[in-house]
């Protein structure tokens, strides 16, 4: 018999095109996913894979086999789901997705409360700007921050949350320097390589052409703090932080809308259902806080 187990190494293999990915997303070593692959191919008597220098390229029994392994994955899912789904007791592992904005600087203290009404149920946190796979199970709840509505996998269920906006923030005492005209240059700070948006460039406090790049976003909001320029940040981080200050003459935009995310049978346990009853009535609360209204977050609990 075909062991699922091989067929997972196999299928992680096929879409990262080369062991390293498949190792790093299945999280084990480069020599087990290795051998898997062997164990498979010596179980069909056929070779998967040519290991060319662009990377591993299904050979035509890979291709055939592909078709089934895909089958199996989906049969896979449907029966754990359905299981997972009967599950009513509040109790078990609750995983959920969130981005580290939310996480950090919004949420935790509400998930401390969740998890203290709830000392049974075991929370993972999985905090990460990239989108968990519902569908796989790599998460049970994705809270997300969507732009556009269409973009919703079909298959997944939406519970849509407040607005949420964002301003651009600069340091409270380097707005005061600027002020007073301190020479020293305002650079605009990124996360990404879209460079200086043409409004810093000719807003009421103009930024250089140099770029301040950090793919983190605590260290974003550190180099804000630390007078290096400016940076857009969610309102419920900028206006919350004391250190940060609105740029004048500059807009909230919309960042996007949140959404409680949750996928078929999964959605019906108990721990689920609790979880997003409880966390969509929070964010409800904070809708204020979220449009950059500036209403404190003990404000919005109470």
């Known amino acids: 018999m075909i062991d699922w187990d091989d067929v997972r190494y196999f299928l992680a293999v096929a879409r990262g095109r080369s062991v390293r990915a498949a190792a790093e997303r299945l999280g084990v070593n480069h020599s087990t996913v290795l051998r898997r692959i062997a164990q498979l191919e010596e179980r069909l008597g056929a070779q998967m894979f ?12 890979g291709e055939e086999v592909l078709e089934f392994a895909e089958q199996m994955e989906a049969s896979s899912h449907l029966l754990e ?3 997972f789904g009967r599950d009513q007791s509040a109790r078990g592992l609750l995983r959920v997705t969130l981005p580290p904005f939310l996480a950090a600087h919004l949420l935790m203290p509400d998930l401390a409360d969740f998890a203290r009404m709830h000392p049974d149920i075991e929370m ?34 939406g519970l849509k949350g407040p607005e949420l906006f964002s301003g651009i923030y ?6 005061a320097a600027w002020r007073a005209g301190a020479p020293d240059p305002i650079r605009w700070i990124v ?37 290096i320029g400016m940076t857009k940040l969610p309102c419920f981080v900028g206006d919350a932080d004391p250190l940060l200050v609105r740029v004048p003459g ?9 959404w409680l995310l949750t996928q078929g049978e999964a959605r019906k346990t108990k721990r689920v259902r609790l979880f997003t009853e409880f966390i969509s009535r929070r964010l409800t609360a904070y809708a204020p806080l979220l449009a950059g209204l500036s209403m404190s977050r003990s404000m919005s609990r109470d």
Do not use: C
């Open 81 to 83: 789901t359905r299981v």
């Open 250 to 258: 500059t807009d909230l935009p919309m960042h996007g809308t949140l």
């Open 124 to 157: 993972e946190i999985l905090s990460s700007g990239e989108v968990a796979n519902l569908t796989n199970r790599d998460a049970d709840v994705a809270i997300r921050i969507v732009t556009d509505r269409k973009t919703l996998p079909l298959n997944l269920h």
């Open 170 to 175: 600069m340091s409270r005492d380097r707005l």
């Open 50 to 61: 040519e290991k060319l220098p662009s990377g591993y390229r299904l050979t035509a029994a």
């Open 191 to 227: 996360i990404n390589d879209h460079g200086n948006p043409d409004w810093a460039r000719e807003g009421e406090v103009r930024t250089t052409g140099v770029p301040f790049r950090t793919p983190d976003a605590e260290t974003q909001i550190v180099a804000a703090q630390q007078g």
